[in-house]
């Protein structure tokens, strides 16, 4: 039985970590500088992750929300018939949108899409682990939902559709100093919801389906 003693020092290791990596990045973040910050020896980080990337990768899957994600397989196992009406795909397209939206975006902790969108554009020397851990699972879970609805659409309409949820928060985000800049801070938090309807508008439009009442504009 794994005693609270070492739950605590696993969760200390891990909040610290989240901070640092998100200030610093992966290449400037030591295990010495994790165990200091941490106030554990260096050995509590080997023994509780084993390595500096086992830890990034689990401080990058938190950032993710990636064990809490939504699937289009979980929609339908509560709703087996949705699909079949144009209603019922806007709502499950709604639903899987607006989950990557809170998990990526609506989020009080700052470090969260600080260190996705570092990683976005500062590759860290494991980008390839998480692609294959992170990012194509969650990729693919999109891609089945597109697969779904739209079967016969073309690889390059499936990427551009899958991937503008990312186009539209990614740039929100590397803009937020001039967004505040020429409209405020409130603005900035007031219009994230704006642009969560406006991309799944745009996405329910490019796929011909009716817009569902909480999208539409008051």
């Not at 023994?47 to 500096?52: D, M, N, S, V």
């Not at 144009?86 to 397209?93: F, L, R, T």
Request: charged share 25%; with cysteine; hydrophobic share 40%.
């Amino acid at each position: 039985m794994i005693n609270k003693k070492t739950l605590s020092t696993r969760q200390t290791i891990l909040d610290v970590a989240c901070k640092l990596f998100s200030k610093f990045g992966y290449d400037n973040v030591t295990t010495r500088m994790l165990a200091e910050e941490a106030h554990v020896n260096q050995g509590s980080v080997h023994y509780h992750f084993g390595t500096k990337e086992n830890l990034y990768v689990e401080v990058y899957k938190l950032a993710n929300g990636t064990a809490d994600a939504l699937e289009i397989e979980t929609l339908l196992a509560e709703e087996p018939n949705l699909l079949e009406t144009p209603e019922g795909k806007s709502y499950a397209i709604y639903r899987i949108v607006s989950d990557w939206f809170h998990r990526h975006f609506y989020v009080a902790e700052e470090w969260k899409p600080t260190l996705i969108y570092n990683e976005l554009f500062r590759p860290s020397p494991i980008y390839d682990r998480l692609v294959e851990e992170v990012f194509k699972p969650e990729t693919t879970s999109r891609l089945r939902l597109y697969s779904m609805i739209a079967p016969d659409a073309t690889d390059g309409e499936a990427y551009a559709w899958v991937h503008y949820p990312d186009s539209q928060a990614v740039y929100y985000w590397l803009t937020k100093k001039n967004i505040i800049r020429y409209y405020g801070e409130r603005f900035f938090e007031d219009n994230k919801y704006f642009l969560m309807k406006f991309t799944i508008r745009n996405m329910l439009l490019a796929l011909d389906l009716p817009i569902l009442q909480i999208l539409k504009y008051k």
